[in-house]
């Protein structure tokens, strides 16, 4: 007789409560005309940004087949969108990224959640920037007077003179979350993609962005949001004098590597890790880099050095498959662990050289994250990933099936499986690298003994 092993039933729980979504409707988890954004999600336009709804939806169907499950952890947390999520069920949350930008955004997200304050230094804030008749520029770098005619840098300065003289912490972070998305609408970059572009010079000659008139905007909207944030909170008595009752913690991290604090400590992971090295998918450095060129670091996090943003590609050189040194060295072992990794490397080897790289960067990056990702939770915690496949050299590059094979060699068991696409998507469908991916795998594990 076979011998069930302890998690059985709630991994059958797990999958008929994941399934059991697409039964009435087929679509659901592409969440077409259902992926609003409300609350602290619409702080900031981050690339690549996770559907909330997706996400509550995905906890809560572990959480009811698995109620102690507590605390959430996200090594790839990015916006923060999980995070919200999190704070929204009452869990305990860890939030992790290489990225100083989404750090800011998940610092300011978690609160405390003082609207009443907020308003106040708000109105004060604005003061300041009104009656500021300085025309000193606050940033210096290579490429200002690119990326920012001198109106709008000067306007910049204002902001950035302003938000400095306000002495509490957590209400400068939130400032500087609202100047990041004045300066994404006023630089010179396109905004109809993530990457670094400059627009057309007739549309430069003609454009007279306003960061003033921009970040007024902002910030009342953004007020809005927190409000709205603070009163669903205060209704589900998750917060006591606007602190939230659980426990949040934020970090500057990379992902590769281990760390000797909350190893085995988490319930559940909830990530959605990058799909391949950023410079070919999803440039997340290169969208932080005029932002935190105006934004005071250590206010971040006292960990980050402005050497991250010395050039537009540093913090994209420090993420998964960044580095391709050695890229193509000692993967052997990692071939026997992952047959797919193995056979996509072998459909590349005709094409130029720097497409195999890409590929075997990345993967042996990721690889490497797996182990330090598996420290952090507790023997049978669940996992949810959502990966994308993309193509290189119009080859596909199944990201799914080679992290289900890199976990099982770990003992890490797969529960369930989810194909979706994505309704909307901020890119182009194809870069002088790689086609884009317009669908998604969300993957659900359970960590083994």
């Not at 610092?107 to 907020?118: E, I, L, M, Q, V």
């Not at 006292?302 to 580095?323: V, Y």
Request: aromatic residues 8%; proline residues 5%.
């Amino acid at each position: 007789m076979q011998t069930q092993t302890p998690n059985l039933t709630t991994d059958e729980d797990v999958a008929r409560r994941v399934n059991a979504y697409v039964e009435g409707d087929a679509e659901h988890w592409s969440y077409k005309g259902n992926a609003t954004r409300e609350h602290s999600h619409a702080y900031f336009q981050y690339p690549a940004m996770m559907v909330p709804g997706m996400q509550a939806d995905l906890i809560k169907t572990i959480i009811d087949a698995k109620p102690s499950t507590t605390a959430l952890y996200d090594p790839f947390a990015g916006s923060g969108t999980v995070l919200t999520e999190a704070i929204l069920l009452g869990r305990d949350f860890l939030a992790r990224d290489i990225n100083p930008l989404a750090i800011l955004l998940c610092n300011a997200k978690k609160g405390p959640f003082f609207t009443d304050a907020a308003t106040e230094k708000a109105a004060a804030l604005l003061d300041r920037i009104t009656n500021d008749g300085k025309t000193s520029l606050e940033a210096s770098f290579a490429g200002r007077d690119k990326w920012f005619i001198k109106a709008v840098s000067i306007q910049l300065s204002k902001i950035r003179r302003a938000i400095r003289q306000e002495p509490s912490l957590w209400c400068r972070r939130f400032f500087w979350i609202t100047l990041a998305e004045t300066i994404r609408v006023t630089s010179n970059s396109r905004t109809s993609t993530f990457k670094l572009h400059i627009r057309p010079e007739t549309e430069l000659a003609t454009r007279r962005p306003d960061p003033v008139t921009t970040f007024a905007s902002v910030l009342e909207e953004n007020l809005t949001n927190l409000e709205s944030l603070t009163d669903e909170l205060k209704k589900r008595e998750l917060i006591n004098q606007g602190r939230y009752q659980g426990s949040i913690t934020v970090e500057l991290h990379d992902a590769r590597e281990h760390t000797s604090t909350g190893k085995g400590e988490y319930d559940l992971l909830v990530t959605s890790p990058p799909y391949g090295d950023n410079v070919s998918t999803v440039p997340y450095g290169q969208a932080a880099y005029l932002p935190l060129q105006w934004i005071d670091l250590a206010d971040i996090d006292p960990a980050i050095t402005p050497d991250c943003i010395n050039t537009t590609h540093e913090i994209d050189f420090r993420s998964l498959g960044g580095s391709k040194k050695n890229a193509l060295q000692d993967t052997e072992e990692l071939k026997e662990q992952s047959p797919t990794f193995r056979a996509t490397l072998a459909a590349l080897e005709q094409e130029p050289r720097d497409r195999t790289t890409r590929v075997a960067a990345f993967i042996k990056d990721l690889n490497k994250a797996l182990d330090a990702i598996l420290a952090m939770l507790r023997r049978d915690a669940y996992l949810i990933w959502t990966v994308g496949n993309r193509r290189v050299a119009q080859r596909p590059v199944p990201l799914d099936a080679i992290l289900t094979e890199l976990l099982h060699h770990r003992r890490v068991l797969p529960i369930a499986s989810i194909a979706r696409t994505i309704p909307t998507k901020r890119m182009a469908l194809k870069n002088n690298i790689t086609d884009t991916m317009g669908a998604e795998s969300i993957l659900v594990f359970r960590k083994g003994t």
